[in-house]
RNA sequence: GCCCCUAUCGUCUAGUGGACCAGGACAGCGGCCUUUCAAGCCGCAAACACGGAUUCGAAUUCCGUUGGGGGCACCA
């Protein structure tokens, strides 16, 4: 039990779930699954100016739909519960009580106005900003003083004033930090809330977890978390400080790069798994020929030695060939299924009504190749449920060909069309293609009039494929109506 | 300004002192296939940031420089 690997993904519910988030929400739940361990979901919400309404269920949502369930956590309870830490404040209290009974914290009166003032001070002569401790030492006669003055206060950690604090951090290796340049940081604001670095300590000691999996934004205030848990007795977890995810410019991933929810992939019509295996290369690898990963792949090769330690940039385009491969391996059957839940979701504009399974299934192996994103085949299967192609009537003439040319080889194709009697494929290639030969024409020429004529697109699935599924009647009318257009 | 992390093809990366005149993948380019577009196959181009040091030998170790990133809130 005493080496039980506990892990937790702890999101604050301020923004979505971008995929900086899900990456490390990978991570730490690969770590777990691998280790035969406990993944536990903690909502950390102690800013409630920034609480976004809606945003945890987003969180659990996109958790789900690449696959992660938790152990322990919101909706599925557990012996460490509450997992929402605005329903844990009384834990934090009585920490804070504690180091405050020590001598590790002190209560601090001072305004967020004079605090302003300070740090634009700081920063003007500058020099290191921080906490200039001036709540310190005060006497009892002093804080009593102020206390009837203000009504408020909130509890600062009183940071050691010298020697260093060492991270071990599974990726990084040693780290360490002088205590004289950390300030004297709030655990406690006067809301009654904690801030994150008290609420952290307390709840990873109390939820005993065993490793914390974190971006490595968070490397820096790592000393000031194990510092509050050596002044409360406890024993830290161990560190693994993930590298960030980046935009192409190598910034900081954010809005203004495009999306960066995985929810939008989702509706931009991204596969989870392909999702997934993106995500875990971000990062990490497994050896110098593997790419391609299956969740289960991942699952039994993830170890945190063979994360990376410098940031990723985010690549889209192998995101896209990632997608286009896992949508390829789909069957027929789970493709049709797939966009028809796409469509349910979000029907596209080019669809005017979702479709039938049957017909649809019929449609899916003429495109199946060809997306990159369940998005990209609306765009190229509406003409299948629409009444008639939707095009420029001098669309119909192609390159080396004119109007005359155009209505031979269509009254041509007509005829030869006519005679068909099983009207698949094979038997359509069978007539079309000496009719070009007859014509005197490229088949390029012959069967681009034709797919105008019948899809409209200039690019579209294989023309005798299409006829097929079109059917006779439809295909034959929509050439009547190109050549009366010509 | 101070602190911390980091540095291999455009991008994701393999590489833990000799097996590397650096391997894979995506993207790019060329070709094949081909009714369009894809897919597929074949091929090409493309990197150890720089400078010192250690060593018989360095992409790999150390130091420095430079670049990039992060942090320095009553935000997480």
Redesign the pocket.
């Known amino acids: 039990m005493a080496d039980q690997v506990r892990v937790r993904y702890?999101?604050?519910p301020?923004g979505e779930p971008h995929v900086g988030n899900m990456r490390t929400a990978l991570f730490t739940w690969l770590f777990a699954r691998n280790m035969g361990g406990i993944f536990i979901l903690r909502i950390?919400d102690?800013?409630q100016?920034?609480k976004v309404e809606g945003v945890i269920e987003q969180f659990l949502d996109a958790l789900r739909w690449l696959g992660m369930d938790w152990d322990e956590g919101p909706e599925v309870g557990g012996d460490h519960g509450p997992y929402i830490q605005s329903q844990r404040l009384a834990g934090y209290h009585q920490a804070a009580d504690e180091l405050l009974e020590a001598g590790e914290a002190y209560r601090?009166?001072?305004?967020?106005e004079r605090?302003a003032e300070m740090?634009q001070e700081q920063n003007r002569l500058?020099?290191?900003?921080?906490?200039d401790r001036r709540c310190r030492h005060l006497s009892s006669q002093e804080r009593r003083g102020r206390e009837a003055e203000r009504g408020?206060?909130?509890v600062r950690f009183a940071m050691p004033l010298e020697g260093t604090t060492r991270v071990t951090d599974l990726?990084?290796?040693?780290?360490?930090?002088?205590n004289r340049?950390i300030?004297d940081?709030?655990i406690l604001?006067?809301?009654g809330?904690?801030?994150?670095?008290l609420?952290?300590v307390v709840d990873d000691h109390k939820m005993e977890i065993s490793h914390v999996l974190r971006a490595?934004?968070?490397?820096?205030?790592t000393p000031r978390h194990l510092l509050i848990c050596r002044a409360l007795g406890w024993e830290p977890p161990k560190f693994a400080?993930l590298?960030?995810i980046?935009a192409?410019?190598?910034?900081?991933l954010s809005k203004r790069h495009g999306a960066t929810s995985v929810l939008e992939y989702r509706q931009m019509g991204y596969l989870p798994n392909a999702m997934v295996n993106f995500l875990a290369?971000?990062?990490?690898?497994l050896?110098?020929?593997?790419?391609l990963f299956s969740t289960g792949d991942l699952v039994r090769h993830f170890s945190i030695?063979?994360v990376?330690?410098?940031?990723?940039?985010?690549?889209l385009?192998?995101l896209?060939?990632l997608n286009?491969?896992y949508t390829?391996q789909l069957t027929p059957e789970e493709l049709t299924d797939r966009l028809l839940d796409y469509w349910r979701r979000y029907l596209p504009e080019e669809v005017p009504a979702l479709p039938d399974g049957a017909y649809l299934l019929r449609i899916v192996p003429l495109i199946h190749?060809?997306?990159?994103t369940l998005k990209d085949a609306a765009p190229l299967v509406a003409f299948f449920f629409k009444q008639e192609a939707q095009y420029e009537s001098q669309e119909l003439v192609q390159k080396g060909m004119d109007a005359e040319g155009t209505r031979l080889a269509l009254s041509g194709a007509l005829e030869s069309l006519s005679g068909v009697k099983a009207f698949d494929?094979d038997a359509i290639?069978a007539v079309l293609?000496p009719l070009a030969e007859d014509l005197g024409v490229k088949?390029?020429q012959l069967?681009?009039s034709l797919?105008i004529a019948t899809t409209g697109?200039?690019?579209?699935?294989?023309?005798?494929?299409t006829l097929e599924v079109l059917g006779k009647e439809r295909s034959l009318a929509a050439v009547r109506d190109a050549l009366a257009r010509l």
Request: charged residues 30%; hydrophobic residues 30%.
């Open positions: 702890a999101p604050s301020t950390e102690t800013d100016s920034r601090c009166y001072c305004t967020i605090l740090r500058n020099r290191q900003t921080g906490y408020e206060w909130v990726i990084r290796g040693e780290v360490s930090f002088e340049l300030d940081f709030v604001k006067s809301d809330f904690p801030t994150y670095h609420a952290v490595e934004e968070w490397l820096p205030s400080h590298p960030m980046l192409p410019d190598r910034s900081k290369l971000m990062g990490w690898s050896d110098d020929k593997t790419d030695e063979r990376g330690r410098s940031g990723a940039v985010f690549n385009d192998k896209n060939w286009g491969h390829r190749e060809r997306l990159k494929a290639e293609r088949v390029g069967f681009g797919r697109l200039r690019v579209s699935p294989p023309l005798f494929e």
